[in-house]
């Protein structure tokens, strides 16, 4: 079956600290995307990053960075120096089989 | 970039109506859009998968003759929930993928707020 399991309901923390969501998936299959999205307030799904299962290169993108381990099937994210503007809710979603599977998502509070 | 489309963002009837849901895709044709449901504080939950010109199948447990699909073109799918609920008010947003694309190339719309008094 596919899973994708976000244990952090929840995150507060103060501007500039760093912060790390985890996102843990389950899948059968050997060919599959994982994706990380933001949810403001306003419910617009904004598209942070996508990676291929056979790629597991971490990603760097400004304050942004995940790191895939596919050997403990992981897809974690992580905010360097958060700022207010990046609280917002975060769902790690897994491709599969042609759909999609969300997480519970992990609501970020970043606090000035 | 790609760009979907939702109106309206948000919507309020009364119970035992029905709403209408439009979901376009601004700048491309897209074959297959998909429908979501968002309660307050949880995840999204697939719906159904509408293609263009062909009936929409629909997740498990998913009324169809309650959650209406119609994708008549290739640049709009419409979800008409009849006869509506309270149990209704939620979050619907839409999906939509490129004709060319590779299937995991879905662009999301902004969602719509439906409330049912």
């Known amino acids: 079956a596919q899973k994708v399991t976000q244990a952090q309901t929840e995150i507060s923390v103060v501007e500039k600290e760093d912060v790390t969501l985890d996102c843990v998936y389950e899948t059968r299959d050997t060919t599959y995307y994982l994706f990380w999205y933001k949810q403001p307030p306003s419910g617009e799904l904004v598209f942070l990053i996508r990676?291929?299962?056979?790629?597991?290169q971490n990603e760097i993108s400004g304050r942004y960075s995940w790191n895939f381990q596919k050997s403990t099937s992981s897809f974690n994210f992580t905010i360097t120096a958060s700022q207010v503007v990046d609280s917002a809710v975060y769902f790690c979603?897994?491709?599969?089989?042609?759909?999609?599977?969300f997480g519970s998502g992990t609501k970020l509070n970043v606090k000035p | 970039g790609a760009v979907v489309s939702q109106h309206p963002s948000w919507v309020i009837c009364k119970s035992g109506t029905s709403v209408k849901i439009e979901c376009r895709s601004l700048d491309f044709q897209a074959t297959t859009m998909f429908w979501y449901r968002q309660f307050p504080k949880q995840s999204l939950m697939l719906m159904a998968t509408s293609n263009e010109g062909s009936k929409a199948t629909y997740e498990q447990g998913v009324e169809k003759d309650k959650f209406l699909i119609n994708h008549a073109s290739l640049t709009l799918s419409t979800l008409t929930v009849t006869s509506a609920h309270p149990e209704d008010s939620s979050f619907y947003i839409c999906?939509?993928?490129?004709?060319?694309?590779?299937?995991?190339?879905?662009?999301f719309g902004p969602g719509t707020r439906l409330t049912v008094t």
């Open positions: 999906s939509a993928r490129d004709r060319g694309a590779a299937n995991y190339e879905q662009y």
């Open positions: 990676r291929n299962s056979f790629d597991e």
């Open positions: 979603a897994l491709y599969n089989f042609n759909k999609f599977y």
